[in-house]
């Protein structure tokens, strides 16, 4: 019997694969993310649910775990894993529900909102020239990415 060697691939050139282009330029914005935010000893997924936490805070009474998995599309126990973090780094607190002695109610601490105050516009800056080569082309952009993720 004979090894078959041959890489089954629809594709000619490796920059013919969109997925494959989606996670490269996916990996190089997210390792300027993530270095610009290890000098702030603060993790990628860390940030985000700081940042949402902290925009949520301005319309929500109550946050819990599983409105930020749904906001950020984290899985539940991903959100509880992070928050644990962030709780040892006294940026949030956590505390029963007043709604539901099931959940945790999340609040940011002021070093919490003071990280995300301080992170927030070093990684907008990041976004803004990784994605100015888009030019004209940013808001068609998004809203394709807005199309993929089905909302």
Same mark, same amino acid.
């Given at each position: 019997?004979?090894?078959?060697?041959?890489?089954?691939?629809?594709?000619?050139?490796?920059?013919? @694969?969109?997925?494959?282009?989606?996670?490269?330029?996916?990996? @190089?914005?997210?390792?300027?993310?993530?270095?610009?935010?290890?000098?702030?000893?603060?993790?990628? %997924? /860390?940030? #985000?649910?700081?940042?949402?936490? +902290?925009?949520?805070? /301005?319309?929500?009474?109550?946050?819990?775990?599983?409105?930020?998995?749904? $906001?950020?599309?984290?899985?539940?126990?991903?959100?509880? /894993?992070?928050?644990?973090?962030?709780?040892?780094?006294?940026?949030?607190?956590? +505390?029963? @529900?007043? $709604?539901?002695?099931?959940?945790?109610? #999340?609040?940011?601490?002021? @070093?919490?909102?003071?990280?995300?105050?301080?992170?927030? %516009?070093?990684?907008? /800056?990041?976004?803004?020239?990784?994605? +100015?080569?888009?030019?004209?082309?940013?808001?068609?952009?998004?809203?394709?990415? #807005?199309?993929?993720?089905?909302?």
């Amino acid at each position: 019997m004979s090894k078959d060697n041959k890489f089954r691939t629809r594709f000619t050139n490796d920059s013919d @694969s969109i997925g494959f282009t989606f996670m490269k330029t996916y990996s @190089s914005w997210h390792n300027q993310i993530k270095n610009c935010l290890k000098t702030h000893k603060i993790t990628h %997924p /860390q940030f #985000i649910v700081l940042a949402t936490l +902290a925009y949520q805070s /301005q319309f929500n009474e109550e946050i819990t775990q599983v409105l930020l998995a749904g $906001k950020t599309n984290i899985d539940v126990m991903t959100i509880s /894993q992070i928050l644990e973090n962030l709780e040892k780094k006294e940026y949030i607190t956590r +505390a029963v @529900s007043a $709604k539901d002695s099931r959940a945790k109610s #999340i609040t940011l601490t002021q @070093s919490g909102f003071d990280m995300a105050n301080k992170t927030v %516009p070093l990684v907008e /800056q990041i976004d803004k020239q990784f994605f +100015a080569v888009l030019g004209n082309d940013q808001q068609l952009f998004n809203k394709m990415l #807005i199309t993929l993720l089905g909302k």
